[in-house]
């Protein structure tokens, strides 16, 4: 059946990169025609969502990432890529990628927390940013 798999964290000291993606499981399941989101959550603390994309390539990110994260999509379709640079502690948490098929960049980054709409969810990929 069709699902997002999440890959690439790791542990890294502050300052530090990783490039974080999203993949399409399944057959004739490409992520090229939805809108796609990374999100976090920290031991804690409340998801919030990181980055987002359109279908057409429209981005939008949290204040908190601009200037330090990219968010872009893979030739072929079926991977979503998430590179943070500059990695501070409070980035730490767990990433995961969403998908949806309706809603654009700017609302699904934006959704509450407790937001369970999305067409897939990703179990995540734990993000450690400590010296």
């Known amino acids: 059946q069709s699902q997002v798999v999440e890959s690439g964290g790791g542990l890294v000291q502050p300052g530090g990169s990783l490039r974080l993606s999203c993949t399409a499981s399944?057959?004739?399941?490409?992520?090229?025609?939805?809108?796609v989101g990374w999100f976090r959550q920290a031991p804690g603390r409340d998801r919030e969502g990181v980055a987002c994309?359109?279908?057409?390539?429209?981005?939008t990110y949290t204040d908190s990432a601009k200037g330090r994260f990219t968010i872009s999509r893979g030739d072929a379709g079926k991977t979503v890529y998430l590179q943070m640079n500059s990695l501070k502690p409070e980035d730490a948490g767990t990433y995961s990628c969403?998908?949806?098929?309706?809603?654009?960049?700017?609302?699904?980054?934006?959704?509450?927390?407790?937001?369970?709409?999305?067409?897939?969810w990703g179990k995540g990929t734990q993000v450690t940013v400590s010296s």
């Open positions: 994309i359109s279908a057409s390539g429209e981005t």
């Open positions: 969403a998908a949806d098929y309706t809603l654009i960049p700017q609302a699904m980054c934006v959704v509450r927390p407790d937001y369970t709409g999305m067409d897939y």
């Open positions: 399944g057959s004739g399941f490409l992520l090229e025609y939805f809108t």
